[in-house]
């Protein structure tokens, strides 16, 4: 039976409209998908707040935004214009049940196919739930956007899946991980199952191990309260290096289709080995910085507890037990403060048994494939030739035959992840959304790790503000055999 086509969204509500993730992320997608001519004419934005404001003095702070966060090269007064007209504006305190039915007022004049996106507090989720559900404008046409993090932990997860689908069915609920919507990122399926080079050798014969980094430049910022509750394995692991972990370990899926992919993932989320107290040593490390070289040390951020043992780095050993990929290591390694802001996949190919060329060149026996999603968006396969010279006829060099996004397909610019997400929420393509499942078994995995961690005798490591993370990292992966990739 053909599926009945998704229904298309007339109007958009964005709540924490004033926000960061708002202004800094959002706001300058709307404006690229406008520039685009990828909105339908009568589509409405509402932004809410709790700022008193009137619709001008709401764009104003729209216009604002763009000029910040858009290149001067790519503004463009027109389209500036159309974008502005848009917009309206609600003042709204989400905790206050009265607040709503302003805001009821206002949703009068919106298209009844609304989309809601809660770019907010996880603790305001079910305020705003009930409060829509008591001026009467869920639907079923309706869907609900959240953010990151879907809780803080497996149980508190739950809480919120259960909040949620206390008001909507799991087809009306999209949860956001804004590393799906990049386009090196859905260039993954494309690159693994459209091309038999890859496709064929995807597997534990051909791939000795996989490195998956997510290295930031920056600090804490002015998250202090938000991250040292968490920590980056909540920020960073369940939720980021998981996804990718997932899509470039998952079997074909049927179709491209939300529900196949999103099957697919789940299983690799259901194979992947728990971490236990025997296992810390020699597959889990976690570190915090400390002061480097012009950067301060997280525990001399301002405002922060000067006794505080969060980490902000980890590096890890996943296993994934099923007959793909036993016995391939896959080293996830996140953290803030490092040398350089890096987020890749490098995938090592094992070599031939037979080596024929000079010893010394030995460790450059196996090819490397690297998928970029920052700083560029591209994809590099290392491959060997003989370098020129008629004395050189058994030596080696590797070099890289690349693939860079902007470059080949000559594009103005590279769509931020939010660009392609939006599209999805009002096309009703849930494929690059996380369902249930892919939560709460990402929360439990990481769960485990940590309690094993809190009940271990592993201390907790530091590393310089600037560096590549600690040294314990280094032989975390050295004990094995292998080596981080560094540019």
Known sequence: MTPKPAIKIESFVLFGALGDLSIRKLIPAWYYLERDDKLNDGLQILGIGRQELTRLQFQEKVNDALSTYVSD??????????????????????????????????????????????????????SVFDGLNGINVLTSSCRIVVEKPIGFDLESSKEINAKLLKHFEESQIYRIDHYLGKETVQNLITLRFANSLFSSQWNSKSIDYVEITAAESVGI??????????????????????QLLCLITMEPPNRLNDQSIRSEKVKVL??????????????????????GENKIGYINEEGVDVTSDTETFVSIKAEIQNWRWKGVPFYLRTGKR?????????????????????????????????????????????????????????????????????????????????????????????SLFLCKEEVELAWEWCDNALEAYKNSNQELYFYPAGTNGPKESEQLIQNNGHNWHEE
């Open 73 to 126: 090269e790519y503004l463009d007064i027109g389209v500036i214009s159309r974008l502005l007209n848009r917009f309206d504006y609600c003042c709204c305190d989400l905790q206050k049940p009265n607040s709503y039915q302003e805001l009821s007022l206002s949703l009068k004049n919106l298209g009844k196919a609304v989309a809601y996106y809660l770019a907010i507090s996880p603790r305001l989720f079910e």
């Open 221 to 242: 910022e002015d998250r202090w309260g938000y991250f040292d509750g968490m920590g980056q394995l909540r920020d960073m692991v369940q939720s980021h290096l998981l």
């Open 270 to 291: 259901e194979a992947l080995k728990p971490i236990n107290e025997k296992g810390i040593e020699s597959n889990f490390v976690s570190a915090q910085y400390t002061d």
């Open 338 to 430: 490092m040398a350089s802001k890096t987020t890749q996949i490098v995938i090592h190919f094992k070599s031939d048994g037979h080596y024929i060329f000079d010893q010394d060149s030995e460790s450059l026996k196996g090819n490397t494939l690297i998928i970029s999603l920052h700083p560029s968006e591209s994809i590099s396969l290392k491959v060997f030739t003989k370098p020129h010279g008629v004395d050189k006829h058994s030596t080696l060099r590797s070099d890289p035959m690349s693939l860079d996004f902007i470059k080949t397909q000559k594009l103005l610019n590279i769509p931020s992840g939010y660009q392609s997400l939006l599209m999805d929420i009002l096309n009703g393509n849930q």
